[in-house]
């Protein structure tokens, strides 16, 4: 029987830990299924880039690797914020599959509740390849170009998102007044 397995993230952005995963799934099963989560979300600090933009880079970064695509498919999965009902969201957004990749405790339950073979991807140097960092770099004017897989730069290159990082990260609030320290 043809085995086929779902990884899910955010991928704000995909970096290439993600396409080490990647690699790793597709080594042990036929097919995989990128799930994009929190997909309704953009332009916010954890979530700056559309389902849309995520996709694309994706793809583009698969491309690049000469994984064959068409074991690859890619799903956009909006939060539905109810966890006992997430895994029916999930999978009416999903083509089937009997496999689950994921490191998040939460999912790893949520999935083996539900009778999935979960399975725990193994972790790539995960003090650089790490989504959060990546933002962080991108506002600070730290490096993290080399952090993303180059079709991934290209697209960021291409919609600015450096401008964007900034822009979200700016507040028209006031600075508060520092507090009188109490003796
Ligand atoms: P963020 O800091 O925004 O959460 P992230 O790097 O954790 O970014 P996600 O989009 O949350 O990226 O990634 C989806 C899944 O990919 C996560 O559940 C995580 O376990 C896995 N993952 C993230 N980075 C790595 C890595 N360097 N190696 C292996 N797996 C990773
Ligand atoms: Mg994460």
Avoid: C
């Avoid at 009902?85 to 939460?106: A, D, K, Q, R």
């Avoid at 960092?133 to 180059?150: D, Q, T």
């Amino acid at each position: 029987m043809l085995k086929r397995a779902i990884f899910i993230g955010r991928f704000q952005p995909p970096h290439k830990g993600h396409l080490e995963v990647f690699k790793k799934i597709l080594e042990e099963v036929d097919e995989l299924i990128i799930g994009i989560g929190s997909a309704q979300e953009s332009h916010t600090i954890e979530n700056p880039f559309t389902a849309g933009e995520r996709m694309l880079m994706l793809s583009k970064a698969l491309a690049e690797t000469g994984i064959d695509t068409s074991r690859v498919h890619i799903v956009p999965i909006p939060d539905v914020n109810n966890n006992s009902l997430w895994v029916s969201h999930v999978i009416s957004f999903s083509p089937p599959f009997s496999i689950v990749y994921s490191g998040n405790p939460l999912v790893q339950r949520l999935f083996k509740e539900a009778g999935f073979d979960v399975r725990a991807p193994p972790l790539y140097n995960r003090q650089e390849y790490h989504g959060t960092k990546i933002r962080k770099h991108m506002i600070e004017g730290k490096r993290w170009e080399h952090l993303v897989p180059k079709p991934v730069l290209k697209i960021m290159l291409e919609i600015d998102a450096v401008d964007r990082m900034r822009d979200l990260s700016k507040t028209d609030y006031l600075l508060k007044p520092k507090r009188k320290r109490q003796i």
